[in-house]
């Protein structure tokens, strides 16, 4: 089955500055990549997706790139705040309606103020 | 509609007792998954419902894990004679087919 990698497991960043999460994957049949942030005692949130016909993506603050025949994905936060201080996983799947989602297992962001 | 609903937030139980979760997805969303998480890890996927269907099963899931869907709606996850290793947050999660996942708080089951 798949498996997903995610480094680091902490990184801590001053507000303001930017944060960098990355994740392998194994499986070459994945094609979807969502992150996920997960508060304390919260489910986790979908923040970010992209699918494997597209290498970039952005939503304000966060963006997400993917290097398919690298088979690695990463999350980039810019101008980070106090409120982005969370837990942040990575995922792959076949589709995006897919059986499951495989994780990474996780990186504590932690933004300093 | 207030997303994905689980109940209870907390259980804890005794060691060989059984427990019940229940989860009510987001009413349009055909496609119901439920994940376990215990500490320091990411989620993993226990079971999948399309509809009332149960459409595939991990090998994390015991013969002492059952669930159900019966009306395609809510989703019920028991586990019978609890051990402590089953102690964890259980997640559930509904989707339709172009869209990602919606996660609820989860039950954080604590097994004494």
């Known amino acids: 089955g798949e498996n997903v990698e995610q480094h680091p497991s902490t990184l801590s960043v001053q507000e303001g500055d930017s944060a960098v999460i990355k994740c392998t994957y194994s499986?070459?049949?994945?094609?979807?990549f969502p992150w996920y942030k997960q508060e304390l005692g919260k489910g986790p949130q979908l923040i970010i997706d992209i699918r494997s016909n597209v290498g970039e993506k952005k939503d304000q603050r966060i963006a997400v790139t993917l290097n398919k025949t690298a088979k690695h994905f990463s999350l980039h936060i810019t101008e980070t705040q106090p409120e982005d201080s969370a837990v942040y996983f990575c995922?792959?799947?076949?589709?995006?309606?897919?059986?499951?989602?495989?994780f990474g297992t996780g990186t504590r962001l932690t933004v300093i103020p | 509609d207030t997303g994905v609903s689980q109940n209870p937030r907390h259980k804890i139980t005794k060691r060989g007792q059984n427990v019940t979760f229940r989860c009510d997805p987001i009413?349009?969303?055909?496609?119901l998954y439920w994940y376990r998480q215990t500490l320091g890890q990411g989620p993993e996927f226990l079971t999948y419902f399309q509809n009332e269907a149960q459409l595939e099963k991990s090998r994390l899931l015991s013969d002492r894990f059952s669930a159900e869907r019966p009306k395609g709606s809510f989703s019920t996850l028991e586990i019978q004679r609890t051990e402590q290793g089953d102690s964890a947050m259980y997640l559930c999660?509904?989707?339709?087919?172009?869209?990602?996942?919606?996660f609820g708080s989860g039950t954080r089951l604590t097994v004494v």
């Open positions: 009413s349009e969303h055909n496609r």
């Open positions: 999660a509904s989707s339709t087919y172009n869209y990602g996942y919606t």
């Open positions: 995922a792959a799947s076949i589709s995006t309606g897919a059986n499951n989602l495989f």
């Open positions: 499986d070459s049949a994945s094609n979807y």
